[in-house]
């Protein structure tokens, strides 16, 4: 299995920006992917996820802002980040497991088994 996150950089409070991952020798239709972030000299917090299923799920801080997608035939993970703060910034993850039903979604950084090399993201007061 491999990750490829993409689509970080510099953006201005207000803005946006969509962050991809696309991956290789895994089913997204099947397992979930989650999206991290790790901020200078803070702990690596989790920020949304998405099931084989489809299912979605949020971290309070982004929610209403951020939206998780996927395109299964494309095998990426998009991430649509709007409205984005200064406390955004980070180097931002993508990360896969194997799950045992389509519906399961872990939040749990712990639960990831595969990761991708992250991005950064850099928003600008």
């Known amino acids: 299995v491999q990750l490829q996150a993409s689509g970080g950089g510099l953006v201005q409070a207000g803005g946006s920006l969509r962050l991809s991952c696309k991956a290789s020798g895994f089913a997204l239709n099947h397992f979930p992917v989650g999206w991290f972030r790790q901020a200078p000299g803070k702990e690596r917090e989790g920020v949304s996820y998405?099931?084989?299923?489809?299912?979605?799920y949020y971290a309070d801080s982004v929610k209403g802002r951020f939206t998780i997608s996927k395109d299964n035939d494309q095998r990426t993970v998009f991430l649509h980040m709007n409205n984005l703060k200064p406390e955004d910034s980070g180097i931002y993850y993508c990360?896969?497991?194997?799950?045992?039903?389509?519906?399961?979604?872990?939040?749990?950084?712990?639960?990831?088994?595969?990761w991708g090399q992250g991005t950064l993201v850099t928003v600008s007061s």
């Open positions: 998405i099931s084989g299923s489809g299912r979605t």
């Open positions: 990360a896969a497991t194997e799950t045992a039903v389509t519906t399961y979604c872990p939040r749990m950084q712990s639960e990831y088994d595969y």
